[in-house]
């Protein structure tokens, strides 16, 4: 299996900035695609972006387009979320995810998280 680690989240003001980052290890080989989901208090966890493991494709839910930005680096099994202009609804816990296999899977291995707060 694939073990995630998640860092990087913390306390911004609105409008901030943070990067977040999920380092990947294990069966990295059998990676087809990342992801970063979210949730909020009281509110089910949602998805915000995903990024191909090979390639170029990527996704964005619409409440995050132009001001969020996925990233992976092969090398070093790492994938990122660069988080501009943040909101005070974007405080949530945020998870990366990733898919195994191929086309057909489903996000199956999980991180443990990490809290962002954005303070208005």
């Known amino acids: 299996q694939v073990q995630l680690v998640e860092s990087g989240g913390g306390l911004v003001q609105a409008g901030g900035s943070l990067r977040l980052s999920c380092a990947a290890s294990?069966?990295?080989?059998?990676?087809?695609?990342m992801g970063w989901f979210r949730q909020a208090p009281g509110k089910e966890r949602e998805f915000v972006a995903g990024?191909?493991?090979?390639?170029?494709?990527?996704s964005y839910e619409d409440y995050v387009k132009g001001r969020f930005t996925i990233s992976r680096d092969n090398t070093n099994n790492t994938v990122y979320l660069q988080m501009n202009s943040l909101k005070p609804e974007d405080t949530a816990v945020y998870y990366c995810?990733?898919?195994?296999?191929?086309?057909?899977?489903?996000?199956?291995?999980w991180g443990q998280g990490t809290l962002v707060t954005v303070s208005s």
């Open positions: 995810a990733a898919r195994l296999g191929d086309w057909r899977s489903k996000f199956e291995s």
């Open positions: 294990g069966r990295t080989f059998s990676i087809y695609a």
């Open positions: 990024i191909l493991w090979r390639g170029d494709s990527t």
